[in-house]
């Protein structure tokens, strides 16, 4: 069966620092990946997909970057933090159709002080 | 892009009905809809690939009209359990862009 990891659980971290969000599936091959964030009490916002190995597409402007170095890895990344960067980061993978359920991780709560 | 739902927020008591709607601006291929606890990750509940497909499981029902680029969620009886954050969610006809609903907070009371 097809399981996706995401880490960390938690994260506080100052402005101005660095930031490195990882995520793997396990149990599938060549899924769609996509990183998600949610402000406090708000929607899901679309950050980033990914349908292959090095192809990123990226969703809103900011200061916030991913890469898919491997095909089941999704890495989340920013050189410097912003106070608005804080919230709820999910990450989910899907097959490759347009019928294919979102399956995803238990998210990262990132709390920027 | 965003499909839009409505109501934003609903308080039910425990065994009354509740119909959550999403519309899209755009042209729909798939719905989808998600369960949110609060602290948690969405969680998969269903998906409409035709217009006017209808589906259910428990009490948990939903419909897509294709024409009018609309689904609806449908609860019935609802439980405690219910509660939560519920989200329609639609692909882009190539099925690498997923777009979710502006969510409808539904909080069943005893």
């Known amino acids: 069966s097809q399981t996706i990891h995401q880490w960390p659980a938690t994260l506080v971290q100052p402005v101005g620092s660095p930031l490195s969000l990882e995520c793997t599936v396990e149990?599938?091959?060549?899924?769609?990946l996509y990183w998600y964030r949610q402000a406090a009490g708000r929607g899901l916002q679309l950050l980033f997909y990914?349908?292959?190995?090095?192809?990123i597409s990226s969703e809103v402007p900011q200061n916030l970057s991913a890469s898919r170095p491997q095909d089941r890895q999704f890495i989340l990344s920013s050189k410097k933090l912003l106070l608005s960067d804080s919230g709820f980061y999910l990450c989910?993978?899907?097959?490759?159709?347009?019928?294919?359920?979102?399956?995803f991780g238990n998210g990262t709560r990132l709390t920027v002080t | 892009q965003q499909p839009v739902q409505s109501p934003q927020a609903v308080i039910l008591r425990e065994g009354e009905d509740a119909v959550i709607n999403c519309s899209s601006s755009k042209a729909l291929y798939s719905v989808h809809w998600y369960r949110q606890k609060h602290g948690e990750a969405p969680v998969f509940l269903m998906i409409?690939?035709?217009?006017?497909e209808q589906k259910g499981h428990d009490k948990i029902s939903a419909s897509f009209n294709e024409k009018k680029q609309q689904s609806s969620l449908y609860l019935t009886a609802s439980q405690l359990s219910y509660s939560g954050t519920y989200f329609c969610g639609t692909a882009s006809n190539t099925g690498n862009q997923f777009y979710f609903g502006t969510g409808t907070s539904l909080t069943v009371i005893p």
């Open positions: 990914s349908v292959g190995i090095g192809q």
């Open positions: 989910a993978w899907s097959g490759i159709t347009y019928n294919s359920p979102l399956h």
């Open positions: 149990g599938t091959s060549n899924p769609n």
């Open positions: 409409l690939l035709k217009g006017g």
